[in-house]
């Protein structure tokens, strides 16, 4: 799309790279705070005779949100495409945190029994869909607003960067509500007041709302689009409805992109996402130990990310994530097996382990937010990246819960873990070896090639075929 210029004033990208980050941060900040309360939620909202099975409940909660993830991506990506990333994103960040928060209110079964799961599965449909939403609007204008040279660096910021920061403010939440509320106190209210918390993330649409500029990609759109319609000619990229992304030319792409964010997800929620639970019931690490893991394992995830993302820059997206999937269908379940094999005591080796983990498993998707915003033009950008993220996440996030239906007590955990480990790393290294290239060629208006692969990743920018 030809270049066309607008009467913004000049554009700072650090504003919308900040809001992106940390918006994204609080959404699973939001999202992740029930694996760190699954136990108390199992018991007060869930209770079942089984442990396995309590927790398999609680894990389908979670997973009923991750399910709405794709008709949230649809409906707010639209409009984000449509109207602008920017307010789409405000009203979002209000709706995933006023919704956590409400979780936290909600009784126990035995104050009125079946009503209680159903609330707060209700509950978990809303912030599904808001969840959905922020992925389209923190996934493009980000990496919409920053220069091309740190396009990469900011996808790992945001996309692994960001579940890392996340996942470290719901760690610190969890030590310090863990002594505010310490054995059976935690029980009782400690799990409600980590849900409580989720109002923090709600107020960060208030930064959005007064600081934060519109994409510069978008506005550009915008005006190319009206200046088309003035001279009467096609405009640059046609209307579009969200069934246009499984037909036609971008249907390949669309579905090999959901293959992918699966394989990616699928290593973040079977390592990151269940090392609350491994290091749980399963290990039985003290809480506030456990809790001091949990957090310096996402601060090496936003290290683990933002380096990887800023190699995709380097040597790009294909290379990067063929190589560390390479590492991983390996590294991963060795890992998760180790760290059910250490005492709890041992908590020097189990923090090894979790580090060791949690930077390989979040190094894999750190390239996947701007690979997917290469392979949309600007005008489906916000929905086409926000459905395969989501749709994929989502098939990934459920697998969680099928380990532990599949685990008859909690010490057959670990053996499923590393079996499911291996099958979804070699799903993702297989789709990144049928796809291509992308770097640089974000502002280009039509998409990568969705069948050739580009052999020549020493090039800077891509030129994709029509």
């Known amino acids: 799309m030809p270049h066309v210029a607008t009467n913004t004033k000049a554009h700072s990208p650090l504003p919308a790279a900040f809001a992106s980050v940390m918006g994204w941060s609080f959404d699973l900040f939001d999202l992740f705070l029930l694996l760190y309360v699954a136990g108390p939620v199992g018991r007060q909202i869930f209770p079942a005779q089984s442990e396995t099975f309590s927790l398999a409940l609680v894990f389908a909660s979670f997973a009923v949100s991750i399910i709405m993830r794709p008709g949230g991506a649809a409906v707010f990506g639209e409009l984000a495409d449509r109207i602008g990333r920017k307010k789409i994103m405000v009203t979002v960040l209000a709706g995933v945190g006023l919704s956590t928060a409400a979780m936290g209110l909600v009784p126990t079964y035995a104050a009125i029994g079946a009503a209680a799961p159903i609330i707060f599965l209700i509950l978990r449909v809303i912030q599904g869909l808001f969840v ?8 493009t204008l980000g990496t919409e607003s920053v220069p091309e040279r740190w396009r990469g660096l900011m996808s790992g910021l945001i996309g692994g960067g960001g579940a ?23 029980d009782e209210w400690g799990w409600r007041v980590m849900f409580f918390t ?74 990151s996402g269940f090392l609350p639970t491994l290091l749980g019931p399963v290990v039985a690490v003290p809480t506030v130990e456990r809790g001091w893991i949990l957090l310096v394992a996402s601060l090496v995830v936003v290290i683990s990310a933002t380096a990887t993302g800023e190699l995709s820059q380097r040597f790009g997206r294909r290379k990067t994530m063929l190589i560390i999937g390479g590492i991983n269908v390996v590294a991963l379940p060795l890992f998760t097996l180790a760290i059910a094999g ?5 908590t020097g080796t189990i923090l090894m382990l979790s580090c060791l983990l949690a930077f390989f498993a979040n190094a894999a998707y ?3 937010m701007v690979f997917l915003n290469e392979r949309y033009p600007t005008a489906i950008r916000s929905r086409g990246t926000a459905i395969t993220w989501n749709t994929g996440f989502m098939l990934g996030g459920l697998l969680p819960t099928f380990v ?14 590393a079996i499911f480990l291996v099958a979804s790393t070699a799903v993702f290294i297989g789709v990144v070896l049928i796809s291509p290239e992308t770097r640089g060629a974000l502002a280009e208006s039509e998409p990568a090639d969705s069948t050739a692969v580009v052999h020549d990743e020493a090039s800077q920018n891509m030129h994709p075929r029509s």
Request: aromatic share 6%; glycine share 12%; hydrophobic share 50%.
């Open 164 to 186: 890392g920061i996340g996942a470290a403010m719901a760690s610190v939440t969890f030590i310090v509500v863990g002594q505010l509320y310490p054995g059976a106190a935690f």
């Open 342 to 346: 250490t005492k709890p005591s041992e």
């Open 198 to 271: 989720g109002l923090l993330g709600a107020l960060l649409s208030l930064f959005v709302l007064t600081k934060v500029e519109e994409s510069p990609l978008w506005l550009e759109a915008q005006e190319a689009a009206k200046a088309a319609r003035a001279s009467g000619a096609a405009a640059p990229v046609q209307k579009m409805r969200i069934k246009d992304l499984l037909t036609g030319k971008y249907r390949t792409i669309t579905l090999l992109n959901i293959a992918l964010a699966a394989g990616a997800g699928a290593q973040y929620y079977l390592t």
């Open 366 to 368: 750190a390239p996947l």
């Open 132 to 139: 959905g939403g922020v992925t389209a609007t923190t996934h």
């Open 404 to 417: 532990n239906l599949l685990s008859p007590t909690v010490g057959d955990i670990p053996g499923k873990l």
